[in-house]
C-alpha cells in the first residue's frame, strides 16, 4: 500500500464551483503536511502547508485530521487558473533524516 | 536567482549506457531529494539526503547511486540504463526543519531505448 494515496480524479467543474480533494497517510509517525501544486509537463510548487488547527490562504483551506490520517484541500470559486495537478505531501521523521512522500495527485479541470 | 538547478533536462540513452545526472541548489538548504515521475505513478522518491555526507534509500532506489557532493550539489547516477528508468527526473532541496517548502528543479527528461 503506497504510504500517501489520493483520488486520482479528474475532477471537472465550472468556474465558479467548490471542489475539495482528499488525501490519506498510513504512517501515524508523519510530522508535516503539505500541498503542492503541478501545472502540466512542470515542477511542482507548494501551495500551502496543512496545520493540525486548518488554515487557510484566499480561495483555499487545507484541514488536517490526524487521528483518521486525513488531509483535505477545498477550492472555493474556481478559476480556470486552478486547472492543475494537486499533491498531497506527508514529510516523515527516519532515522537519517526526513523523507518527503507524495501521492499520486488529483487532477482538477475548471471549465468555462 | 537559481533556486535548484538540474542538467540535462533532456537526455536519450541506449540500454546499458551509464550517466549521471546533476543537481545544485544555491539556498544553501541542508536536505535533498531525487525522484522519479511516471504517468499514473506521481513521485516516487529514489534517494533522498538528509544532510551533507549522509544518504538515504527511497522507495525506488534499485538501480540508481547517489553521491552528496557538497551542501550544494546532489548527483544521481544510473550505471546501466534500462527502458524501464524512461522517466521524469526531480530534484528537489529544502531546510530540514517542520514545515519549510521543498523546491524542485525544472526536471530531466531521460528516455532509455
Known amino acids: 500500500r503506497k504510504e500517501v494515496e489520493q483520488d486520482p480524479g479528474p475532477f471537472n467543474v465550472p468556474e465558479g464551483a467548490t471542489v475539495a480533494f482528499n488525501c490519506t497517510y498510513s504512517?501515524?509517525?508523519?510530522?508535516?503536511f503539505f500541498w503542492y501544486r503541478q501545472d502540466c509537463r512542470k515542477e511542482p510548487k507548494l501551495l500551502m502547508s496543512?496545520?493540525?488547527s486548518g488554515n487557510e490562504d484566499g480561495r483555499f483551506t487545507a484541514q488536517l485530521n490526524r487521528a483518521s490520517q486525513y488531509i483535505s484541500l477545498l477550492i472555493r470559486d474556481s478559476k480556470l487558473s486552478d486547472s492543475a495537478t494537486y499533491l498531497c505531501v506527508v514529510k516523515r521523521n527516519s532515522n537519517s533524516g526526513y523523507a518527503l512522500n507524495f501521492g499520486k495527485g488529483t487532477s482538477l479541470l475548471v471549465t468555462p | 536567482n537559481a533556486g535548484v538547478t538540474q542538467t540535462p533536462k533532456f537526455q536519450v540513452l541506449k540500454t546499458g549506457q551509464s550517466m549521471t545526472l546533476q543537481c545544485a541548489q544555491d539556498m544553501n538548504h541542508n536536505s535533498m531529494y531525487w525522484y522519479r515521475q511516471d504517468p499514473g505513478m506521481g513521485l516516487r522518491l529514489i534517494y533522498y539526503?538528509?544532510?551533507?555526507?549522509?544518504?538515504d534509500k527511497g522507495e525506488v532506489p534499485n538501480g540508481y547511486n547517489v553521491s552528496r557532493l557538497n551542501k550544494r550539489e546532489f548527483s544521481l547516477r544510473l550505471e546501466s540504463a534500462a527502458p524501464s528508468q524512461t522517466s521524469v527526473y526531480f530534484c528537489a532541496s529544502k531546510w530540514a526543519t517542520e514545515n519549510t517548502e521543498a523546491f524542485f528543479g525544472q526536471g530531466t527528461r531521460l528516455t532509455v531505448v
Open positions: 496543512v496545520y493540525s
Open positions: 539526503s538528509a544532510s551533507e555526507g549522509t544518504t
Open positions: 504512517n501515524s509517525a508523519s510530522q508535516s
